[in-house]
């Protein structure tokens, strides 16, 4: 039952590390994410700021991860273009702009007024 368990999660860094190399705009984001760690360190965030950031950067990361996911399962199904492929496409990385905005207004929220 631990052995199980213990390779569910190989699995799952597994595809951390698959997504992180074949994916550039996932590695846009960690390196985004490494960015403003460093400046909630440096600024001195509160707890309340850093429960902001750490959700909104979960969020991104999530939704780029099943952005991912989505465009690998339609390649496979239909590795040649297809009107209904491209919208379901389309949609997942509408997903991925959706939760950047939003953490791009949070992290504007947390930063600017550090800032200035």
């Known amino acids: 039952l631990i052995m199980r368990r213990i390779k569910s999660f190989m699995h799952a860094f597994n595809g951390i590390k698959m997504a992180f190399k074949e994916e550039p705009n996932f590695r ?15 600024f001195k965030l509160s707890t309340t700021e850093w429960l902001a950031i750490v959700i909104v950067i979960g969020l991104v990361l999530l939704t780029e991860l099943l952005n991912t996911a989505i465009e690998n ?44």
Do not use: C, N, Q
């Open 73 to 116: 399962i339609a390649d496979f199904i239909s590795p040649e273009r297809h009107e209904k492929i491209k919208t379901i496409k389309d949609i997942a990385a509408a997903a991925v702009l959706i939760s950047a905005i939003v953490a791009l207004v949070v992290g504007l929220l947390v930063f600017v007024p550090k800032v200035f």
């Open 28 to 42: 846009i984001h960690v390196v985004a994410t490494i960015m403003v760690i460093a400046a909630g360190l440096y």
